[in-house]
Structure formats: C-alpha cells, structure tokens
C-alpha cells in the first residue's frame, strides 16, 4: 500500500538547518494499523505529513498503491488526497454553522459524490456512535464526539488510507481510548489501513505494529501479536 525509500527532509538552510527525516525506508501493507511513534522532534510528523501528501521531501520517493505520487501535479495530489486519503488530525476542524451530517459529507459534494452521500454520511455516524445527532452542531457535542465526527468525515470517501496526527491528544482518557477502540474496530472489521503517528505510550496495545523514529530515521520496528 505505501513503499517509501530513502526520504530525506531539511528544513531552512545552512547553519539554521534541521535534518527532519535522515533517509526513511518504510514500507506499510494494506490493512495495518500502524503507529509511528518517538520523542519530540523526531520526525514522526513530518513523515506523516509526506506520506499524506501534505508535505514534500527534498529526496525519496513514496508510492502509494503502486502510483509514484511526488510525480504528481499540485491539482493532481489535491484530487488524490481527497479520493483516496483521509485524515484525521488532533484539532478537529468542524465548521460551526452546519450540522455533524453536513460536517461529514462536505468531503464527498468537493469530490463531486452522486446524491448518496447523505446516506452514506449517516451510516458512518452510527457507525462511530452518533446516529442520533445528525441534527447537532459542533458547540452541542463534547470533544471526543467532535474527533468521532472528524472521523466519519475522513471516511466519507472511502479512502485507501486513514492518516492520523495526534488523534487523542486533545482528549481525556475516556474519550481518548473511545476513538482508539474505534479505530481499532475500523481496521479489524472492515479492513481499512490506518497510520497513526502517537506519543502516548499506552496507544501501542491498540495497534498491529509500532515504528519508532528517533533522530530522523527508524530506530526500531516492532509488529504486535496482541491484536492479530
């Protein structure tokens, strides 16, 4: 699913240089539930962020689904990030002036979705356990039912991937382990692969596999028989 060799990312220049990623070999299959983890200032985010296509490396390359997407024009990594990719990021990112119905299926109308994607949004809401409150805002939720929402959305294409940048980091841990069983229900019930890049120390019982970064390149690589 993504096949990543030999990325590197600088950021500034000269004396004021930070070496982000120092030359990344990564591969993840279809179907994993990854977590990319390290200290602060590890690159985990970067890296998260350029396999995601929102950010690009100064070498490497990244092939996602066998497509060579670095290649790809601006216009052309916008539509393959909205078609094929979905992220969910540690701020949620709900528009206050529409409904979590409306919140979620603003994806599939920008994709140019046929009229089923109210349908579709609905299915996903139950799914992450908020089927009666369609007709909520944002302000009338708390903010684990918010990052439930911010899910639902990033499903509403039927994305290849599931990026995830700090998920829980904004939630207690009630709501925190709620969108981690979530995940995790995602994945085990419906096959959907999911890189999530975590601090938390406690997050790696949930996922199948553990990539630590240390200093810009992959330090360890641990795949988990918990949830197999």
């Known amino acids: 699913m993504i096949f990543v060799e030999n990325l590197y990312k600088t950021y500034g220049h000269d004396s004021a240089a930070t070496h ?20 602060s200032g590890s690159g985990k985010s970067t890296l998260l962020h350029i396999l995601g296509l929102l950010d690009v490396p100064n070498s490497g390359s990244v092939l996602i689904d066998r497509k060579d997407v670095l290649k790809l024009t601006e216009g052309q990594k916008a539509r393959f990030r909205l078609a094929e990719l979905g992220y969910v990021f540690q701020e949620y990112s709900l528009l ?3 409904t979590i119905l409306e919140n979620v299926y603003i994806p599939a109308v920008c994709l140019g979705s046929e009229n089923g994607y109210r349908k ?3 299915e996903l809401l139950e799914i992450v356990g ?17 990052q439930r929402v911010s899910i639902a ?25 709620v969108v981690l069983e979530l995940f995790k229900k995602l994945n085990k019930e419906m096959g959907q692969t999911i890189l999530m890049v975590t601090h938390e120390p406690e ?5 199948d596999r553990v990539i630590w970064l240390k200093d810009g390149i992959i330090d360890k690589d641990i795949k988990s028989n918990i949830n197999l």
């Open 96 to 98: 206050p002036e529409m």
């Open 20 to 39: 982000a990623l120092k030359g990344v070999d990564l591969e993840v299959k279809a179907g994993e539930f990854a977590a990319i983890m390290g200290r």
């Open 153 to 177: 959305r990033a499903l509403i294409n039927r994305p290849k991937i599931l990026f995830a940048d700090e998920p829980t980091a904004s939630l207690d841990i009630a709501s925190a382990t």
């Open 203 to 207: 997050d790696e019982k949930h996922v």
């Open 120 to 122: 579709r949004a609905a």
């Open 130 to 146: 908020l089927g009666e409150r369609l007709k909520h805002y944002p302000n009338e939720i708390s903010g684990g039912e918010q």
